[in-house]
């Protein structure tokens, strides 16, 4: 089983920056994919952006030129730095992953960590 591990959530104030990582946990991991999503409470859960294995980035339209995600590094993990916070970006992020292990095909979910931008 795949697992994600967010971190570097946490209270910032507005106009401010956050950088979340997310670390892939496996055996003999191919990922496609990671993404970031982010769910604030009573909405949907909103892709924000993504990265593929070779590189390129796609961002959603709320979060472009503010927010950047990294390609994946050796250790299979991936950051959001995330700038110029706004009061509506307050949410839980989550990340996921798509691709494939020595068990097969996986699309697997972290537990998501809590961003709060509050003067």
């Known amino acids: 089983q795949v697992q994600l591990v967010e971190s570097g959530g946490g209270l910032v104030q507005p106009g401010g920056s956050l950088t979340l990582s997310c670390a892939a946990s496996?055996?003999?991991?191919?990922?496609?994919?990671m993404s970031w999503y982010r769910q604030a409470p009573g909405t949907q859960r909103d892709l924000l952006a993504f990265?593929?294995?070779?590189?390129?980035?796609h961002y959603a339209d709320s979060v472009k030129g503010r927010f950047t995600i990294s390609g994946l590094d050796a250790t299979n993990t991936v950051h959001l730095q995330m700038t110029s916070l706004k009061p509506e970006d307050t949410a839980v992020y989550y990340c996921?992953?798509?691709?494939?292990?020595?068990?097969?095909?996986?699309?697997?979910w972290g537990h998501g960590t809590q961003v709060t931008v509050s003067s």
């Open positions: 990265v593929v294995s070779g590189g390129g980035t």
């Open positions: 996921n992953a798509v691709g494939r292990d020595i068990r097969g095909n996986f699309n697997s």
């Open positions: 496996g055996s003999t991991l191919d990922i496609y994919t």
